[in-house]
């Protein structure tokens, strides 16, 4: 009897522990993988503050980064903003708040859809350029070939696309809420919105604090997409299939990390800095 209540609590506790040991374990990874990304950003942001970097490479990376991710992210949020009206407007109209149609869209459009989906764009476009770029540069060990000439890797390739990173996304962005609200101007005024009633509704409802937090949201989410993408080709092993690694983890932590400091940023500038305004 004292046998099997032995065996049956072990078998209760043991799914337990290993489920712990399995949290415990990636918190670990995620608590280092943070840590060496923030050394990263800790040694760019040292040559930044000192002013030691090329000029020139930083707008190299900045056409890079932002002029040619441009047709894809004002393509994709202007479909964003058709798809949103076109849900939206038909069910307001019927119900007669056509006149709230505009501002949803716009507010919608500068808060939250037009920087997260530029994010996402640039770092599919751009992100996985910069892993791709500096893992080859690895594997064929041209990153060791810097550091024997003692030039730094973060101050030599690093910087130039996290200042590009960092100055274009607010730009792109910019855009992307003129093309997006353009886009469900479009569909809104098919569904019976006038163009007046539109235009009125997003002076009514958008405010400068709504853009202004839309953009300070990609200052953060541009450092993210480019101190990881770095840092990924930086880190590349194991030849060929190994840059292709880097690659693929480059975007798919870019965009998680950008998911997870936009619901921080959310929550403290609509939520708890709810006050600035």
Same mark, same amino acid.
């Given at each position: 009897?004292?046998?099997?209540?032995?065996?049956?609590?072990?078998?209760?506790?043991?799914?337990?522990?290993?489920? @712990?040991?399995?949290?415990?374990?990636?918190?670990?990874?995620?608590?280092?993988?943070?840590?060496?990304?923030?050394?990263?950003?800790?040694?760019?942001?040292?040559?930044?503050?000192?002013?030691?970097?090329?000029?020139?490479?930083?707008?190299?990376?900045?056409?890079?980064?932002?002029?040619?991710?441009?047709?894809?992210?004002?393509?994709?949020?202007?479909?964003?903003?058709?798809?949103?009206?076109?849900?939206?407007?038909?069910?307001?109209?019927?119900?007669?708040?056509?006149?709230?149609?505009?501002?949803?869209?716009?507010?919608?459009?500068?808060?939250?859809?037009?920087?997260?989906?530029?994010?996402?764009?640039?770092? $599919?476009?751009?992100?996985?350029?910069? $892993?791709?770029?500096?893992?080859?540069?690895?594997?064929?060990?041209?990153?060791?070939?810097?550091?024997?000439?003692?030039?730094?890797?973060?101050?030599?390739?690093?910087?130039?696309?996290?200042?590009?990173? @960092?100055?274009?996304?607010?730009?792109?962005?910019?855009?992307?809420?003129?093309?997006?609200? $353009?886009?469900?101007?479009?569909?809104?005024?098919?569904?019976?919105?006038?163009?007046?009633?539109?235009?009125?509704?997003?002076?009514?409802?958008?405010?400068?604090?709504?853009?202004?937090?839309?953009?300070?949201?990609?200052?953060?989410?541009?450092?993210?997409?480019?101190?990881?993408?770095?840092?990924?080709?930086?880190?590349?092993?194991?030849?060929?299939?190994?840059?292709?690694?880097?690659?693929?983890?480059?975007?798919?932590?870019?965009?998680?990390?950008?998911?997870?400091?936009?619901?921080?940023?959310?929550?403290?500038?609509?939520?708890?800095?709810?006050?600035?305004?």
């Amino acid at each position: 009897m004292g046998l099997e209540m032995r065996a049956d609590v072990r078998f209760f506790w043991l799914p337990i522990l290993r489920a @712990v040991n399995a949290v415990s374990r990636l918190a670990l990874l995620v608590v280092d993988y943070v840590g060496e990304v923030a050394m990263t950003f800790a040694a760019a942001l040292r040559y930044v503050f000192t002013g030691s970097f090329s000029a020139k490479d930083v707008f190299d990376q900045m056409a890079i980064i932002g002029v040619n991710s441009l047709p894809i992210v004002l393509l994709t949020v202007m479909f964003s903003g058709m798809v949103l009206a076109a849900y939206t407007a038909a069910e307001l109209v019927q119900l007669n708040l056509g006149g709230v149609v505009g501002g949803m869209v716009a507010v919608t459009m500068a808060r939250e859809a037009a920087p997260v989906l530029s994010a996402i764009v640039v770092a $599919a476009r751009a992100g996985s350029a910069m $892993a791709a770029e500096l893992g080859s540069m690895k594997i064929t060990e041209q990153i060791d070939a810097l550091r024997a000439l003692a030039v730094s890797p973060e101050q030599y390739l690093v910087v130039p696309r996290f200042l590009a990173s @960092v100055a274009m996304l607010p730009v792109v962005t910019m855009l992307a809420n003129v093309v997006g609200t $353009a886009g469900g101007y479009l569909v809104a005024s098919v569904q019976g919105v006038s163009g007046r009633l539109f235009l009125s509704s997003i002076s009514r409802y958008l405010t400068g604090y709504d853009i202004n937090t839309g953009l300070l949201k990609t200052l953060v989410f541009g450092a993210i997409i480019a101190l990881v993408s770095c840092h990924q080709g930086l880190k590349a092993t194991g030849g060929a299939a190994g840059v292709g690694r880097a690659t693929t983890n480059a975007v798919v932590l870019s965009v998680v990390f950008v998911y997870m400091a936009d619901f921080l940023l959310v929550q403290f500038l609509f939520g708890a800095g709810d006050s600035l305004k």
